[in-house]
Structures are given as structure tokens and as C-alpha cells.
């Protein structure tokens, strides 16, 4: 009762000095605060039942939440459940400790900018606005503020997951296996460097294959270097755990450091030459989306979301999800009335070729869409890294109930190039759009205007329109 009588004794005066008066008097007050008590009694006992009844149904609620019966649910009301799984739910985030400890901290960091975004953008539970622009959820509305919470525990949890690993991975002695030798194999980056605009993550991976050549055939000058020992080094790629592709790029970043070495003199012939590396190819043949695939992956994605952009300027550009996830405000230009996306490879920006660098025109259909008003003042036009965005859109993907391993973001690149060709645009025209090599010698001599290729491009067409 101290909420609201904080006083242990109640005084005051009954403005009588005839005591009969009193008697009566005090007998009317004592009963009205006896009535006063029993109200705050009753509003008490009220009081406490209600918080004991709304924990109980919160914590029914919270489980109802992380039941299968919930998720089928979602999935019946036609909603993508991917934000309620743990974020990182896939087997590369759980051979972290088998990972040297720069490319671990590389992909916790991924990981991080992924929640950050998700945390930003994705949790949503909103199916549609009526016609008063109302919101209409996926779930009953009472369970809105429940879940929605539930989902944030998931996304904290996961972040603290994540970062308690990035420290206990940083504690580890930092990657030294390379060996620092005046003129070992290490010493051709810098000048290697030097001619080539090369990644930071591919000077990582030359490390990390220096590293494993050195643990076969020990630390040595590069001018040492013998086809025996190109021979135990290839042994050993063949022997790990590891994708095809992803050893056929270790394998190259040795050979091209002792190729770097060769064509600047410093050795004679390059002891790698002659040595094929074949490894078993473990790759999946990408596969073209149908149209019914593109209006499930959009819908999954959720209408003008960023990532329904990003997904949706890959499609209809033919390019490189690592292209368009660096474009800027800058490189969305216009000349002679036709605007284009300008890939390039200014500032920090990577291409991967030279035939990379292109200027594509805006299609119809983008333009149709807005997207000339949802640009940016300045700046990226999308947030955190390609990794994070590679991975929600093939989740996405995945969502949408496409499970061809086949069928994965990069797919928007074959699905152009097979558009281009039912459009009967020449090969040298889609070359051109997607940044491809251009073949034939002739081919690289004379060009196609703005124009022409403004008008090529809005031939294209993919059954969604």
C-alpha cells in the first residue's frame, strides 16, 4: 500500500471541539478510508494478476515463436522466414578455427556487416498497406511486438557470438608462416604490387599460398625454386579440403609471383611452366532463372527494398554482383538523354578485367521502376560488403523456394546473356554490356554509341514486365 499511502499514519482535523460530534465524525471517516483501502486492495491484487497473466502469455507467446507451427504459418501467409534463422547458419562459419586467422577475422567481419544490415533493413513483418496505408502484418497483430523483439534477441545473440570468436581468433599469433626472407617468394609482392591493382584480399590469398608452399618444401630463395618443388606444392593442394576453384587460385598466385620474376628478369625460366594443375572439377553449372523464379525471388526480397534493387540492376545489366554492390552515385550519369551506369574502377573500386570498365545504359524497365529517385545525393548506393550482400540474396533465392544448386545470384548473369541472345542482340553487343572478353581482334576496333546500345539493351526482355 506504500504506492499510495507512503505515510505509516494519517493525520487531520475533524474542526469540532464538541466530542459527541467528533465520535460521530471519526466513525464516518474511519469508514471512508477503510473504502479507500479496499480499492487500492482490490486495484493491487488486480494489478499483480494482469503482470502474472501477460508473463505467462509472453512467455506462451516467445514459444510459439520458435515453434515449427509459427514458421509454417509465415511460410502459408506466403512470408520469407530467413530472419528467423541464426544468421550464420551455414558450415563456412563453423570451420572458423581451421581458417588462417586473417581470412577468419575477414569472413567474422562479413558476418557483422550482415547483422548490422539485417538489424537496419530486414526485420520487417509487415505483409502490406491496406487502402488507408495501414500496415497489415504476416502474424496475428498481437503477436507483432513479441516477435519482432525475439527476432532482435536472435540478431544480438548472434553478434555477440560472433564477436566473442573474432577476439578469441585475434588472440591467436598472428599469420607468420610466410617467410621473410630477403629474396624468398614473399619479396615478388611488392613489386608485383607495384604494375597490378590488386586486392587486398588477393594479396591475402598470394600469403596464404606462399605459406602452404613453404610448409611442403620449407622456406627458400625464389631463384631456388625447382619444378620438384612446384610438383610438392601441387601435391599438397590436391590433398586439401578445399574447393577446386579455390586451389587452382592458390596455385596461380605462386606461379604468377615466379611469372612477375621472369618477365622482369630476374629468372630465367619460370619452374612451374610445364606443370599442368587439374584438380577434380567440383564446380556446379550455373543455371538461367525462369520467369516464374524472378517473381518469386522479388517478391521474397520484398518490393524497392535495397537488396530487390541490387538482385533487379544484376538482372537487368548482366553484371557482376561485386559491380553493381560498388556502384556510386557518380557512376549513374547521363549523356546526350540517356543514362547509364558507368563501371569503372576509380578509387577503391575493382573490376575484374580491363574489359571490365564499360558504361551500360539504364534499361527501360529500371527506369520505369524509379530508379533515378531512389539515388543517393552522393556516395554507394548500397550498404555493407558484396559477401553480406551475396549471401541474403541467395538466401533469398533459397527462400523463394529455389533449391537448384545451379540457381544462385550469379545466375542473373547467365539469364541476361541467354536474354540478349532470344532478343537476337550480336554477340559482340552483349560482350560489350556484360564486359566480357571481346574475342576476335576485329572486334576490338570501333564501338557502339550510347544511342544504339540504349536502344540494344530495352530489347531485352525476361517475362516480368
Sequence with gaps: MEAYHPKKDLRGSLHTKDKATAKRLLVSKLSELEEEFDRHRTALVQAERARSEAAEQAERERSYVASPAFRNTVAKAGSSTRWMDNVFENAEFHDLDSLDRTTAIQMIDAGLDQISYERKHEISLVAYYDDE???????????????HRY?????????????????????????????????????????????????????????????????????????????????????????????????????????????????????????????????????VERQDFTATDLKKILCSLGSRTKDWWELRICLYTGARLGEVHQLTRADIRENDGVWFFDFNDEDEKRLKTKNSRRQVPIHARLLDDGILDILPESGCLFEG??????KRLNRAIRDAGINERGKVVHSTRHTFKSACREAGLGEDIHDRFTGHTLGREGRKYGGHGLASLKAAIDKISFGIE
Design 133 to 147: 496505408d495501414e500496415p497489415r502484418f504476416v502474424i496475428p497483430d498481437r503477436l507483432v511486438g513479441p516477435v
Design 151 to 283: 527476432i532482435l534477441e536472435l540478431l544480438d545473440a548472434e553478434e555477440a557470438s560472433l564477436r566473442a570468436k573474432r577476439t578469441e581468433i585475434e588472440a591467436r599469433q598472428p599469420d607468420t608462416a610466410v617467410s621473410e626472407l630477403p629474396d624468398g617468394l614473399s619479396s615478388l609482392i611488392p613489386g608485383w604490387q607495384a604494375e597490378n591493382k590488386i586486392a587486398s584480399t588477393t594479396l591475402n590469398d598470394a600469403r596464404t599460398a606462399i605459406r602452404i608452399f613453404e610448409e611442403v618444401n620449407a622456406a627458400l630463395p625464389y631463384r631456388k625454386v625447382t619444378p620438384e618443388h612446384a610438383r610438392r606444392f601441387k601435391e599438397r593442394l590436391l590433398s586439401l579440403d578445399r574447393a577446386a576453384a579455390t586451389k587452382r587460385k592458390l596455385w596461380s598466385m605462386v606461379r604468377t609471383l615466379l611469372n612477375h620474376a621472369k618477365e622482369n628478369s630476374l629468372l630465367e625460366q619460370n619452374p612451374f611452366d610445364g606443370i599442368s594443375f587439374r584438380p577434380a572439377d567440383d564446380s
Design 385 to 390: 560488403t558484396k559477401d553480406a550482400a551475396s
